[in-house]
C-alpha cells in the first residue's frame, strides 16, 4: 500500500498556548507540533486521536480528532487552538455584587442538569469561547435566563440578578429529602418526596408529563407538628425528564409555620 504525509497546521495566541502534541496510536505517532507540522509515510485510512494543547497558564486541555489520510495527498490537518475549552468560573450576583449563594445555574444545550453554587467564587465550568444561555434558579426558586458571552481572555463572569436581597440570602435551601404530596390536575393527590427545600419553597421530584395547575396545593411533613401541613402554592418551574423530572414551587405558609420552618432548617432545632 502507497504511504502518504499529513500536515498538520495549528492557529493560536502565543500569549496563551505554548505547544500543543498529537497522538495517534495505531500509527504510533506523538508529536509535538509547531505552527506547521509535517509527518511523513503513514498508513491510509481513518484515525482516532488526542490533541493536547500546553496553556500559557500552566494548565492543559485535551480534545479527541479524527484523522483521515488519503493516498496521493498532501492530508492538510487545520486546527484552531484558540476555540479550545477553557475552565471559567460563572456567578450569579445581586445588586452588591455578592454571589447568591444556594441558587443552581444551567447552561442550555450543554448541562444535564442544574448546578448548585456552594460558595462565593461561583461554579466551575469548561466553555469554548462563544454564545450561551444560562439557567438560573434562585433560592425562591424563580426561574432567570441571562445570556452568556464567553471571550478567550475572561476567566470569571458576574451575572447580575437584580432580586431583593432578603427574599434570596436570608432563607437557605437545604437539600432534604421529606415526604410531601401535591395534586394534580385531575384533583388526584401525587405523593413524592423534595430534593430541597426553604421556608418559602421546595424543589420536588415529580411524576414525568403530568399535567399540574400553575396554583396547586401541597402537602408536607413539617417538623414538630402532629400532622402534615397543606397549603397553596404556585408552581415555578418544570422539568420532565424520564430520569429526572422536578418542579419547583413557591409556598404560601402561614406565617408562623414559616418562621418554624426556617428557623428548624438553619439549626436543626424549632
Given at each position: 500500500?502507497?504511504?502518504?504525509?499529513?500536515?498538520?497546521?495549528?492557529?493560536?495566541?502565543?500569549?496563551?498556548?505554548?505547544?500543543?502534541?498529537?497522538?495517534?496510536?495505531?500509527?504510533?505517532?506523538?508529536?509535538?507540533?509547531?505552527?506547521?507540522?509535517?509527518?511523513?509515510?503513514?498508513?491510509?485510512g481513518t484515525y482516532d486521536g488526542t490533541l493536547t494543547t500546553y496553556l500559557?497558564?500552566?494548565?492543559?486541555?485535551?480534545?479527541?480528532?479524527?484523522?483521515?489520510?488519503?493516498?496521493?495527498?498532501?492530508?492538510?490537518?487545520?486546527?484552531?487552538?484558540?476555540?479550545?475549552?477553557?475552565?471559567?468560573m460563572i456567578r450569579p450576583v445581586d445588586?452588591?455584587?455578592?454571589?447568591?449563594?444556594?441558587?443552581?445555574?444551567?447552561?442550555?444545550?450543554?448541562?444535564?442538569?442544574?448546578?448548585?453554587?456552594?460558595?462565593?467564587?461561583?461554579?466551575?465550568?469548561?466553555?469554548?469561547?462563544?454564545?450561551?444561555?444560562?439557567?438560573i434558579v434562585l433560592p425562591d426558586l424563580s426561574v432567570k435566563t441571562v445570556p452568556l458571552k464567553v471571550s478567550e481572555d475572561t476567566l470569571v463572569y458576574s451575572l447580575p440578578i437584580f432580586e431583593d436581597e432578603t427574599s434570596t440570602r436570608k432563607e437557605p435551601r437545604i437539600q432534604m429529602a421529606i415526604p410531601i404530596s401535591y395534586q394534580s390536575k385531575d384533583g388526584q393527590w401525587i405523593t413524592t418526596k423534595s430534593i430541597n427545600i426553604s421556608s418559602s419553597g421546595v424543589c420536588l421530584i415529580k411524576t414525568p408529563n403530568k399535567e399540574t395547575e400553575k396554583k396547586?396545593?401541597?402537602?408536607?411533613?413539617?417538623?414538630?407538628?402532629?400532622?402534615?401541613?397543606?397549603c397553596e402554592a404556585e408552581v415555578k418551574w418544570e422539568k420532565d425528564d424520564a430520569d429526572s423530572s422536578q418542579m419547583g414551587l413557591q409556598m404560601d405558609l402561614p406565617q408562623q409555620m414559616k418562621?418554624?420552618?426556617?428557623k428548624w432548617l438553619i439549626t436543626g432545632k424549632a
Open positions: 500500500m502507497e504511504l502518504a504525509p499529513i500536515t498538520v497546521k495549528l492557529d493560536f495566541d502565543p500569549k496563551r498556548v505554548h505547544g500543543a502534541r498529537l497522538v495517534i496510536p495505531m500509527l504510533a505517532v506523538d508529536e509535538h507540533l509547531t505552527n506547521i507540522t509535517r509527518i511523513e509515510n503513514l498508513t491510509p500559557t497558564t500552566g494548565s492543559e486541555t485535551t480534545q479527541k480528532v479524527k484523522i483521515k489520510i488519503f493516498p496521493k495527498s498532501e492530508n492538510i490537518h487545520h486546527f484552531n487552538l484558540s476555540q479550545v475549552p477553557h475552565e471559567v445588586k452588591k455584587n455578592k454571589t447568591i449563594l444556594f441558587s443552581e445555574i444551567r447552561i442550555e444545550n450543554f448541562d444535564m442538569n442544574f448546578r448548585p453554587v456552594r460558595d462565593e467564587k461561583g461554579v466551575a465550568c469548561r466553555l469554548r469561547p462563544g454564545d450561551y444561555t444560562i439557567r396547586i396545593h401541597v402537602r408536607l411533613v413539617v417538623p414538630h407538628t402532629h400532622s402534615p401541613v397543606e418562621t418554624t420552618l426556617n
